[in-house]
């Protein structure tokens, strides 16, 4: 895990409460000068530690009011499989997320369509046509929540 002092899990915490905070704002927020929270802020994208910000679409106001989660196993379960599998998928228009998992199934894919009936072709025309699949679960996601943010603490 990366040294993170509190004054870079503060900074960390802020703008994660809203990613397209100013600079000004963040060292108010934080308690700091603006040009400290700068430097902290550069240090942290230089590190890693963040890697950019995303923008939040209502799906349904884009024509995609249909989330679902969907279970694959594949077939063999080789690294190539997996890996061409994972590409392939994280490609797809309808794609929000892949999970490589362990246990039961490989990958879970979040996928947000127009409506029940894309989402049965996403599956059926889709996924199961391809060789490489094993098995396909598929839960329809009633509702998203997301939470605000990782919670981070201070190592040092």
Do not use: K
Not at 9 to 16: G, H, K
Not at 40 to 67: F, K, Y
Not at 69 to 81: C, T, Y
Not at 98 to 126: E, K, P
């Amino acid at each position: 895990m990366a040294d993170l002092d509190g004054l870079d899990v503060a900074i960390l915490a802020a703008l994660q409460t809203n990613a397209r905070m100013t600079n000004r704002e963040v060292a108010a927020r934080v308690g700091v000068s603006p040009t400290t929270a700068l430097d902290r802020t550069r240090a942290l994208r230089r590190r890693g530690i963040i890697r950019g910000a995303t923008l939040d679409i209502d799906l349904p106001s884009v024509g995609r009011g249909v989330q679902a989660l969907i279970s694959v196993r594949v077939r063999p379960p080789s690294r190539d499989v997996i890996e061409a599998f994972r590409d392939w998928v994280s490609d797809l228009p309808e794609t929000l997320g892949v999970f490589v998992v362990s246990g039961d199934v490989d990958f879970v894919i979040h996928v947000a369509v127009a409506d029940n009936d894309a989402l049965y072709a996403f599956v059926i025309d889709r996924l199961t046509e391809r060789e490489e699949i094993a098995d396909v679960r598929t839960t329809v996601v009633y509702e998203h929540l997301r939470g605000p943010g990782i919670g981070v603490t201070p190592t040092r």
